[in-house]
């Protein structure tokens, strides 16, 4: 780990936590070389597997936008997408994979905006499984 301050490569830990509910670790550490301490956060890295089989870093922005989306125009805040992208990581997270199929994203995104707004829900659910007639609602 390169030190913030002076970018030398010896550090020490001095103190690790668990964080996040157990998503993270927290740890302080020292600089060997101008003895400035820093944190750092340590995050276990969610890989989407894509249909195509290619494989992108998980993004929690990006399950937001797709979202903000199917919002528009509805009373949601950015806030309440906030949060909706929390419980969408927390959910997958909490499956204990470190890899999970693009399909799994979308699904774990539906009961928390189902939840947050009807419309919005309808809107995201009619596109993301693809339909093409309101007999698919059904």
Do not use: N
């Amino acid at each position: 780990m390169h030190c913030p301050y002076c970018k030398h490569t010896d550090t020490r830990v001095l103190d690790s936590r668990v964080a996040d509910d157990g998503g993270a670790i927290r740890r302080r550490r020292i600089c060997q070389e101008c003895d400035r301490r820093f944190t750092t956060v340590e995050q276990i890295q969610l890989t989407v597997v894509k249909k195509s089989g290619a494989t992108e870093t998980f993004s929690r922005d990006k399950v937001v936008a797709g979202v903000r989306k199917a919002c528009k125009g509805r009373p949601v805040t950015d806030d309440d997408l906030a949060v909706l992208g929390q419980a969408v990581e927390d959910t997958l997270r909490a499956d204990g994979s470190a890899e999970i199929p693009a399909d799994d994203v979308g699904l774990a995104v539906l009961e928390p905006l189902r939840a947050l707004d009807q419309v919005a829900y309808l809107r995201f659910a009619s596109v993301y499984k693809s339909f093409d007639s309101v007999d698919d609602f059904a």
